[in-house]
């Protein structure tokens, strides 16, 4: 079943309209700076080469330094000075404003705009069960159940856990009593638990008593074993590390839609990942070549949406383990043993804080560690990231070459005393220009090209990642979408709407209209002036259990004179769809990808095919009441 893209609204899209684009706006807009003096802040795409840097700057015990100008800051980016062209500071507010709700939206009308704050930070908690112990899990729950008693109402909060995928537990919110009951929510919020790839200290433990035993009792294939071993830990850290990223990449499709700094607090025991090159290395990630791409990807996409990364050391004051009750003399080790694993385990706490240092740097976060009281660490950094000022340059070097370019941020000495304060920044950026690779392929417009056909597909399959069972929406495009039952339905020997031939029983078909934001697509202009964009439209059909139950999904390539354009950019981009679906609980994601700008939106909606709730809809369809 072909999706149609129709460049008018219909009657069935005024209701979107109406209320969908209202909310779309109103959390898009950026507010304007205070200062009339200065021009309101610029929007940026992933293919601009204008560069924004938030600059956090403290002193003393973390106390933020507020009233600096342009003129006391300097940017040098690979070792050249550059020209300021925006600068803003944002502050704390003196009373927290409740969080805007959302214009009430008309029966079975559904849009992913985000609802969060209009202020100038918003805090996500990251709740890692991936890369933690079960024992550190316990701790990290408790202290944030503890923080959240005390919680200052201007902290908007929102939380997320990590197992073996991304999950939201609870959208933001100021009302400490709505987060503590999420976290505590026996069903769906954070409880301790072990992933498939999960590594910590008991399971070395184990490992390590498997081949003593075998010693002792001279077995021959100690070597064979230790061998094994290392290339099994190697896979479970290699998985951690492609989970992570992507995790990760998830969250800042997330909060794309959201204005102003995010600040990812982000509780583990171990940091897989880093994002930029280290200063003396010739070939960036060596020892991770593997996940170049995806590393790329997921520092481009955390610094499109502003998000600054606060590493938490879960396991609080750092300790050696040798002595755990765990542990039987022999594997503590004792005499020369334990000195001995007493340097491996001053080795391995270095190369962590060394790792969580550099994921502060290269994001303009903070890392906390060797601190027991995380409910104190949290509050820091929050706190901290609430102050900060933004810059926004142009780089002198207009090659995008897609290399690493790092970043200095200092403040001129004529006034301040530079060694006082404290500044963290995202220390660089890749030269990427995301329109490169489109630029090569053929015309899509024709369909022809195999080359075109394969980027599509893989395209495809990246937006079918972000609309999983159960996965927070992606806000990098926003939408509005009306769900209900077609009118009239198909006959029972009709041809089924959708891709899976495998679907039988009765169904029931459903009529999905969109209403894309058209300021978050992009379109091409051409030397006859109109306007080309290609927008692929995604549709799964799932059970309860993330089975995929049927789908459907179309790839637009538009072609709008001057005159159309004009509409769609004061309507939104309008598109149908259908889709048949069992007669039972169906959670339907939808999805748009820009296939030009590589840019999401996705959004999950229950439906209840054949229930109460879709007889309704029907009645509502048919224009009856």
Known sequence: MRARCRFFLTPAMVAIFVFCLAAMQAQSTIPASPNPAQNPVPVYKSNTRAVAV???????????????HRQDFQVIED????????????????????????PALPPHVYTNVPAAPQSDSVNVLLLDSLNTPRQDQSQVRRQILEFLKTMKPQARIAIFMLGSRLRLIQGFSDDPAVLRAAVEDKKSGFDPMTTEVSRGRTEDDEDKREVEVRQQNRVASVASLQASQVEFVEMESDNRVAMTLEALRNLGRYLAGIPGRKNLIWFASQYPVDFFPKSLEKEPFNDRREHTEAIKETADLLM???????????????????????????????????????????????????????LAAETGGEAIFNNNDLNSALGRAIHNGAHYYTIVYT??????????RRIQVKLYQVKLDQGKYNLSYRRGYYADDSTAAAQTNPDASTNSSSATKQDVSIKTDHLRSLMVRGMPSSTQILY??????????????AKRAGLNAKLSGPTTRYAIDFLIDSKQVQFEAT????????????????????KALNW??????????????????????????????????????????????????????????????????????RGSK
Do not use: C, W
Request: aromatic residues 4%; negative net charge; glycine residues 10%.
């Open 54 to 68: 938030d600059v956090v700057v403290t002193r003393g015990q973390d106390e933020p330094v507020t009233s600096l």
């Open 79 to 102: 070792g050249k000075p550059q020209q300021i062209d925006f600068f803003e500071e944002h502050t704390v507010p003196v009373a927290s404003a409740p969080i805007p709700p959302l």
């Open 304 to 358: 499109l949406s502003k998000v600054a990364l606060y590493p938490i050391d879960a396991e609080g004051m750092m300790n050696d383990h040798p002595m755990d009750s765990d542990h039987d003399l022999a594997a503590a080790g004792l005499g020369g043993g334990l000195l001995r694993n007493t340097m491996n385990g001053a080795n391995d706490r270095a190369a962590k804080m060394s790792a969580m240092e550099q």
């Open 395 to 404: 780089p002198t070097d207009k090659k995008m070459d897609g290399q690493f």
């Open 480 to 493: 509005g979408v009306r769900v209900i039952p077609a009118s009239p339905q198909p006959a029972p020997d």
């Open 527 to 546: 030397p006859e002036g109109n306007h080309t964009g290609k927008i692929r439209v995604e549709l799964l059909a799932y059970d309860r259990d993330g």
């Open 552 to 621: 459907n999904g179309a790839t637009m390539h538009s072609a709008m004179d001057s005159a159309t354009y004009a509409d769609v950019q004061k309507s939104g981009v309008p598109v149908h769809m259908e889709i048949d679906v069992p007669n039972t609980q169906v959670y339907l994601a939808t999805g748009i990808y820009d296939l030009e700008a590589n840019t999401a939106g996705t959004l999950e909606i229950p439906i209840d095919a054949g229930g109460k709730s879709a007889t309704v809809a029907m009645k509502i369809a």
